[in-house]
């Protein structure tokens, strides 16, 4: 990998010329660090923390990033070696531009465009924007390494999966993940991160050490974990916009991968298995009844009676319903279906990697020697991974099992993009092709409601792709063929748009007007039976609602698969707060009940039962209302009558977005344009992402932009090329919508600039 060095005062900084790496653009004198040497060291009483002497130190880490360590020296008077990995990828850090050993008066530098004021006794480190504004005021307990920092009075988004939502002021959050911890029913899995970033426009990162955020209180405190090591304290302080703020925790821990198209689709789990010609039949009736499915998941014996193995952690095919793994499994792939099947119990101390050739293959605790273990299954065409459950491993090991899932699928099927859905992690995750879910949460409108600002806050803690069992894992008696419908509403505009559940029939799109139950698995429970009776299942509204939204979803995906690269490259989570793109909006900051779907459509979930209407908030500017192309002024409350086919979704004035022909799944060649439905009333840009969608050779340049920018001033639309030609066919169809008129036209790109004009505004 090619590198520019440069020398500014005394030490190196890298400007990496690969456009994937982190560190492009954002190092540089002016923006980094002021041009001054690094304050010396002085030579009197030392500083120490937990009763060790330490160094302190402040340093760029990015542009709008400082790097501040507490480092106890050893016995040499050395600062301890601040590690990466894990959870950052190894790089060359630039060196502090101001340290300190010993108590002294204060000292100030000027780091990533924030004055620095470092103050070792008491020891904190201030840190200023150029027009003086506090970003931060951190202070370290010198007896017990906790840290206080500052929360200010705007919400504060972000701390991972789980716990209260949607502003995390007001409690605290301990480092645990776990599947029992804050009311898993209703709130889901915990998968604690611990990066905050306040509406104000600053975040923070601990990177070490683990404990608790605690932000119950006037200012937030930092309590590393017992008996783990105090030290070192390792800080990240970012400050910018939201947009720059997301980027640089990509830059920080990793962007994250590009996944398969076929992901993106509807995914279809079971549970209990009958036999083979139940898996059989549910992929015929999807494709008989042309509803579109991309991917079948099966659960393993063990947290069901009849799965596809014969038990945990067994990695054999359960004969009695996969008799002929290798010939089914064709079977099912000539029918278009991708096939992903469930993991559990991992070695509790897994380690290594599958592409480390020092790790031992016989070590049972290491990933080679478990990854070996899968590999007569996956070389048979599995498609994907559900690996469950092991929240009681160490960061360490989570984030080394998702690695393995990452790196041993390529192993088996090279230049593919593998896929693994997790419900543990950690930061960096995004980057190793972690897919995360919400866990085993129950079917209640409290719960449906929640993982809207669920959704919100983990993907902006860096979480992109993410999901949910969509009707709830476990029925209760609020669970009908409405609350199925809204939950499968808000799937179809979530990441993951994935089934699943305990009677698992009733997650089928069509299994609400069956009378069928399938295997009733809620009675290992003590006195519980399913609450779902046969008068619920005699619900013919709900198949053509689901359909509806399955048939949305795969018109969508030019555009869904477009805010999917734009995640890659930026960092930005496909599901938004309002706060990303309206930071100066302050109704639509504390919005977390609604959400934007990349960046121009706006969604309203109905999650109230019996709903006739929904209120909403329009941020300022022009919007249109999806379902019917009405303009209407932003910057104020709405109220949208509704029935149970309509969730309100709302399109800024500006967009162009772009939809495709009709599929059963995402492969398939059908004939029919691609339609740009541009929505007038401001300037707008798009640029329509496209790849072979499966392997890596987009990373070698080999992917193809239709860039789309709109004048509105003069009604006009240009296209243009962006991207390898040579992935452009010979002659493209393309209509062109103007909303809310109708206006269409229709032009053929062949890879030269197109300009598409409309006339005069009508009246």
């Not at 991972?160 to 949607?166: T, V």
């Not at 020697?369 to 070389?379: I, K, L, M």
């Not at 930005?572 to 109704?587: Q, T, V």
């Amino acid at each position: 990998m090619g590198s520019v060095k440069q020398t500014f005062w005394g030490f190196r900084l890298f400007s990496l010329r690969n456009p994937s790496c982190w560190f492009i653009g954002i190092l540089s004198a002016q923006s980094l660090v002021s041009a001054q040497e690094p304050t010396p060291l002085l030579k009197s009483a030392p500083i120490t923390v937990a009763g060790r002497a330490v160094e302190v130190s402040v340093g760029p880490a990015g542009g709008g990033v400082a790097r501040i360590a507490i480092a106890p020296l050893d016995a040499a008077g050395a600062p301890q070696p601040l590690k990466d990995e894990p959870v950052l990828p190894r790089r060359a850090w630039p060196a502090p531009v101001v340290r300190a050993r010993s108590i002294g008066p204060p000292r100030q530098a000027s780091v990533a465009g924030m004055s620095v004021t470092l103050s070792s006794d008491p020891l904190a480190v201030r840190l200023e924007g150029p027009d003086g504004r506090l970003i931060q005021d951190l202070r370290v307990n010198r007896e017990t390494g906790a840290l206080a920092f500052s929360v200010g009075t705007a919400p504060i988004f972000g701390l991972g999966q789980g716990g209260p939502q949607f502003d995390r002021r007001g409690h605290d959050y301990p480092a645990r993940n776990t599947h029992g911890g804050y009311r898993l029913a209703t709130h889901g899995g915990r998968l604690p991160i611990p990066w905050l970033i306040s509406a104000s426009g600053w975040a923070l990162l601990v990177h070490q050490p683990l404990g608790t955020i605690d932000l119950a209180g006037t200012e937030g405190r930092f309590l590393p974990n017992s008996p783990d090591p105090v030290l070192p304290l390792d800080l990240f302080v970012v400050s910018g916009k939201p947009v720059e703020i997301l980027r640089e925790y990509a830059n920080l821990t990793g962007f994250p991968s590009l996944p398969p198209l076929w992901a993106l689709g509807y995914i279809q789990s079971h549970r209990t298995l009958r036999d083979f010609s139940e898996v059989l039949g549910v992929a015929n009736t999807f494709r008989e009844k042309k509803l579109p499915c991309d991917a079948l998941i099966y659960l393993g014996t063990g947290w069901c009676p009849s799965g596809w193995n014969t038990g945990h952690d067994s990695y054999t095919f359960n004969s009695k319903v996969f008799s002929e793994p290798a010939a089914q499994i064709r079977q099912l792939r000539s029918l278009n279906f991708r096939v992903i099947l469930h993991a559990t119990y991992p070695p509790p101390g897994l380690y290594g990697s599958v592409s480390d050739p020092s790790t031992p293959p016989e070590d049972v605790y290491g990933a080679v020697h478990y990854w070996s273990r899968h590999q007569p299954v996956s070389r048979l065409g599995v498609d994907g991974w559900w690996p469950d459950a092991a929240e009681d491993l160490s960061l360490e090991s989570r984030l080394a099992r998702i690695r393995m899932y990452w790196e041993g699928s390529q192993l088996d099927h090279p230049n593919q993009r593998p896929f693994a859905l997790h419900r543990t992690g950690y930061a960096g995750m995004q980057r190793l092709g972690g897919w995360l879910w919400s866990g085993d949460v129950e079917s209640r409108w409290e719960t449906l409601r929640n993982h809207v600002p669920m959704a919100l806050n983990t993907g902006l803690s860096g979480i992109p792709f993410w999901g949910m069992d969509i009707g709830g894992f476990y029925p209760t008696q609020e669970y009908k063929g409405e609350l199925h419908v809204r939950w499968f509403q808000l799937g179809a505009f979530s990441p993951l748009f994935r089934s699943h559940g305990r009677t698992w029939y009733t997650r089928l799109p069509w299994g609400w007007n069956t009378g069928l139950l399938g295997p009733d698995e809620m009675d290992h429970r003590p006195g519980q039976k399913t609450p779902i009776t046969l008068q619920d299942l005699r619900n013919p509204a709900v198949e053509p609602i689901c359909r509806k939204y399955l048939e949305l979803r795969y018109r969508m995906l030019p555009y869904i698969y477009s805010t999917a690269a734009e995640t890659h490259r930026t960092g930005l989570p496909m599901m938004r707060a309002l706060w990303l793109h309206y930071p100066e909006d302050p109704k639509a900051v504390e919005r977390g009940d609604q959400f934007l779907w990349g960046r121009d459509v706006l969604v309203a979930p109905v999650t109230e039962p019996g709903a006739t209407s929904r209120n909403l908030y329009l941020p300022r500017g022009v919007w249109y209302d999806f379902w019917t192309d009405a303009r209407l002024e932003g910057g104020r409350l709405v109220t949208r009558q509704v029935n149970l086919e309509i969730t309100p979704l709302y399109v800024r004035a500006g967009a162009i977005l772009p939809m495709g022909p009709l599929k059963q799944y995402t492969t398939e060649k059908v004939d029919g344009p691609l339609t740009l439905h541009v929505y007038p009333g401001a300037d707008g840009e798009f640029q329509l992402y496209e790849d072979d969608g499966t392997t890596f050779n987009f990373t070698k340049g080999e992917w193809m932009g239709l860039g789309c920018r709109w004048s509105d001033r003069d009604r006009r639309l240009t296209l243009s090329l962006a991207g390898d030609s040579k992935m452009l066919p010979p002659r493209r169809i393309i209509e062109v919508r103007l909303a809310p008129e109708g206006t269409t036209r229709r032009v053929v790109f062949e890879g030269k600039p197109v300009v598409v004009q409309f006339g005069r505004r009508p009246g």
